[in-house]
């Protein structure tokens, strides 16, 4: 029993603190957020907190993890509420366009993810999640031919590559009609792929 309570105090600290740092990474940035602050918002200690993780990098990095986590459940979501697969891809890529515009994802993931993790890691941990499920989608668009028989993964590489940059000009402070042009564009290049 007390090992449980202890299992379950771990668990409950870890989600304050990713909570916690969340909000302040968000809010802050990553180089302005200290290990002091995130103990603090927590209200745990810092050996709670290097308990749960070596430092803050490490705090950052399930943070992201969980943020991708999350742009990928919407994505998921968004294409699983269309019937067609050809609507669940356009609808899919939309969602992942307009939640990477909201404030707080953008600074996560889109600003200080390579920049505190690198360019390959962040790649790395986005070909897990987003990235997938879109190779998915083309794929199975393939093999019902709506879209002609090609390699997947570069066409996965292109589109994906296409909506991360489009995603970043968004986060570097476009004005607010950049999203609903962003979106249109997007979908004149998804327009070009079915069999006509």
């Known amino acids: 029993m007390a090992g449980s309570v202890r299992v379950q105090q771990r668990e409950e600290t870890r989600r304050t603190l990713l909570r916690e740092s969340r909000r302040l990474f968000a809010d802050n940035g990553y180089a302005a957020v200290t ?3 995130i103990v603090a ?8 907190l290097y308990h749960q993780f070596a ?3 490490e705090v950052f990095r399930a943070v992201l993890a969980d943020v991708q986590s999350e ?14 697969p050809w609507d669940q891809l356009v609808a899919g890529c939309e969602a992942f366009l307009t939640t990477c515009a909201t ?3 953008q600074r996560i993931m889109l600003i200080d ?3 505190v993790l690198g360019w390959q890691e962040w790649r790395a941990m986005d070909e897990a999640t987003s990235a997938r499920h879109l190779a998915d989608a083309l794929t199975s668009l393939i093999d019902e031919g709506v879209i002609p028989p090609q390699p997947v993964q570069p066409l996965s590489h292109l589109l994906s590559g296409a909506m991360n940059e489009a995603a970043l000009w968004l986060a570097s402070g476009t004005g607010p009609e950049a999203l609903a042009d962003t979106l249109t564009a997007l979908r004149r290049i998804l327009d070009a792929l079915p069999v006509r």
């Open 35 to 37: 290990i002091a602050d």
């Open 113 to 115: 993810g390579p920049a």
């Open 71 to 84: 742009v990928a459940d919407r994505v998921a979501a968004a294409a699983d509420a269309r019937p067609a």
């Open 103 to 105: 404030p707080e994802i």
């Open 55 to 57: 430092g803050k990098p």
């Open 41 to 48: 918002a927590a209200g745990v200690t810092k050996g709670a």
